[in-house]
């Protein structure tokens, strides 16, 4: 019954992640038509998703910590009713400023409730191919760019923006909600595994946790790792077009790295498992610096295409690796809050790419120190998961 219900909590994972995370990038395909009805600057919509990023942040360390204490189903429960909700509310507002309190700080908090704690959730059923079914419940962040935002661009152009955002918050309850009612405790049985995980973190407390030079090393290479990417990816589209890439085609340019990022959790999954998550997690790391840096190099559509698919598969298939290096390093006890922290870090990672690659672009009227920098900074997470510490199989010691 355990080794089959496993693959129902990657299942509901996957489309929970795919849900939450969908809906909230789907105000990219709301800007225009919010924008075009209220008459709200673009600035002031987008900074919505701005405050997203910054609430997701902490959002996924408490709902992390929720976990560790409460388990992973009430923790989605919530999220799922929340999602619903503030989409709902949003779709209703006549003020910019509750609009962006709405859909900035309440469907961040929301869409928070999913990653790390179906992740958490994850690594306590599985004891093999544990890289595998992370990766799996990662994947549904990559489907969402193909599922949910045709979904609200066919519900726009059919309606209008109101009805179509309220009619995503319904659907968020009607697919989460049962979603959530799925998620188990990992049985006792698979919780005390044999190999060793339950042992690495069962001495530490959170706070010699975070005190930890496995911490230490896992939020910092976590943090430089999104640093790195989320310029380039925020900004390639543009880069692109001032190459000389007709705009239709320069967007398709981001849809091909959002397709290699499934095939690439699967890959990265599967090596993972095969090889060991840390060398396959620096051999990804130094990929994704030298293929960023090898865009300056590029100029057509074709080569675009080409650096786009090792690009996407790389930066989509390391990210699920920083959960089951955690899981090694800490143990079942403590990873929501753990795991949840290093999250936290990713995302000021994350939010520092989009406005630096604007400010180069802005003083230099180019992208390619935005391109130099994100792959210093690429190789600078290489340097630093170099030093991670050997996987435990016994009682890690606080640094």
Not at 104 to 116: I, M, P
Not at 177 to 183: D, E, G, Q
Not at 218 to 243: D, E, N, Q
Not at 270 to 277: A, E, K, S, Y
């Amino acid at each position: 019954m355990a080794t089959s219900y496993r693959w129902v909590i990657v299942a509901a994972g996957a489309l929970m992640t795919c849900v939450a995370l969908g809906a909230m990038f789907s105000l990219a395909i709301f800007l225009e038509p919010i924008s075009v009805d209220t008459n709200w600057s673009r600035a002031g919509i987008s900074s919505a998703m701005t405050l997203n990023f910054l609430v997701m942040g902490v959002g996924g360390f408490m709902w992390g910590a929720a976990t560790d204490r409460f388990g992973p189903r009430i923790v989605v429960l919530i999220g799922a009713v929340l999602l619903g909700l503030a989409l709902v509310l949003a779709s209703q507002v006549h003020s910019l400023l509750i609009f962006q309190a709405i859909y900035g700080v309440l469907v961040g908090l929301a869409a928070s409730a999913f990653f790390a704690p179906m992740i958490v959730a994850t690594t306590a059923w599985f004891d093999k191919h544990r890289s595998l079914a992370v990766s799996l419940v990662s994947a549904g962040m990559g489907v969402a760019p193909m599922t949910i935002s045709p979904f609200a661009r066919w519900l726009i152009t059919a309606y209008d923006w109101r009805t179509a955002m309220f009619y995503i918050g319904v659907m968020s309850w009607v697919l989460l909600i049962p979603a959530a009612l799925l998620v188990r405790r990992a049985p006792d049985s698979l919780v005390s595994d044999g190999e060793g995980a339950n042992i690495a973190g069962d001495g530490m407390t959170v706070g010699q946790a975070f005190k930890s030079m496995q911490f230490l090393v896992l939020g910092l290479t976590f943090f430089a790792c999104c640093m790195a990417h989320s310029g380039p990816i925020f900004h390639m589209v543009s880069y692109a077009m001032a190459c000389g890439v007709a705009p239709m085609a320069a967007v398709s340019i981001y849809s091909v790295e959002g397709l290699a990022g499934l095939g690439g959790r699967v890959v990265f999954g599967i090596l993972g498992d095969r090889l060991g998550v840390k060398p396959v997690l620096i051999a990804g790391l130094l990929i994704q610096s030298v293929v960023i840096a090898a865009y300056l190099m590029v100029s057509k559509l074709g080569e675009f295409y080409a650096l786009a698919v090792i690009f996407g598969g790389t930066y989509g298939g390391v990210m699920p690796l920083y959960a089951v290096l955690a899981r090694d390093y800490f143990g079942p006890r403590i990873l929501g809050t753990v795991f949840g922290a290093a999250t936290m870090l990713s995302c000021i990672g994350m939010a520092f790419g989009p406005l630096a690659g604007g400010w180069v672009y802005d003083a230099y009227a180019s992208y390619a120190w935005l391109f130099i920098g994100s792959a210093i900074v690429g190789l600078g997470a290489v340097a630093i998961a170099l030093a991670f510490p050997p996987q435990p199989r016994q009682q890690l010691q606080p640094a």
